[in-house]
T-cell receptor, first 112, second 111 residues
């Protein structure tokens, strides 16, 4: 059953703590993306990767970091430098032709 | 960034009515797509229309694209309460694989 998974569903961060959100896909897609969605807002691109071991900053990369060591996996770390991390985080993937993006179910990050 | 802009921001209709949502953009595009998001969930792809196409249908969905006006419309016919969701347009410029998303339209279908 092909798809894209994210974990955990909910994540709580303490002040000063780094947390990592997981994203895995078995669609054999080259490109993967991380978006942030605030209540009632659209999607803002944090980072994206079009090939293993390479990634580019999106519109709001400050306070976040990513890695792409495997084609299937694109974890996002929310660092302590991100002062307002409370949001809904969505991971997606697609082919390099920029066609349909497949989304994971999302991770809701809350600050304690 | 060159965000798409949807119109209206919110739409409330009665079950059985048609819902029309519009999207405008500012750059040349390779394709334009519409997505749906139920509350607290990920986005689901609805339909893709390429820059050389003018109209496309999928079930109760009809999407049009006018590249001269840099705009697209999504029509949902015979709406159902289950169509209640947020709808986003997104476009690809062809420069890379990224999509640029609009801010979304909240559709409420009253039973």
């Amino acid at each position: 059953d092909g798809g894209i998974t994210q974990s955990p569903k909910y994540l709580f961060r303490k002040e000063g703590q780094n947390v990592t959100l997981s994203c895995e896909q078995n669609l054999n897609h080259d490109a993967m993306y991380w978006y942030r969605q605030d209540p009632g807002q659209g999607l803002r691109l944090i980072y994206y990767s079009q090939i293993v071991n390479d990634f580019q900053k999106g519109d709001i990369a400050e306070g976040y970091s990513v890695s792409r060591e495997k084609k299937e996996s694109f974890p996002l770390t929310v660092t302590s430098a991100q002062k307002n991390p409370t949001a809904f985080y969505l991971c997606a993937s697609n082919n390099l032709r920029g066609e349909t993006q497949y989304f994971g179910p999302g991770t809701r990050l809350l600050v304690l | 960034s060159q965000q798409g802009e949807e119109d209206p921001q919110a739409l409330s209709i009665q079950e059985g009515e048609n819902a029309t949502m519009n999207c405008s953009y500012k750059t040349s595009i390779n394709n334009l797509q519409w997505y749906r998001q139920n509350s607290g969930r990920g986005l689901v792809h609805l339909i893709l229309i390429r820059s050389n196409e003018r109209e496309k249908h999928s079930g109760r969905l009809r999407v049009t694209l006018d590249t001269s006006k840099k705009s697209s419309s999504l029509l949902i016919t015979a709406s159902r309460a289950a169509d209640t969701a947020s709808y986003f347009c997104a476009f690809n410029t062809g420069a890379n694989s990224k999509l640029t998303f609009g801010k979304g339209i909240t559709l409420s279908v009253r039973p």
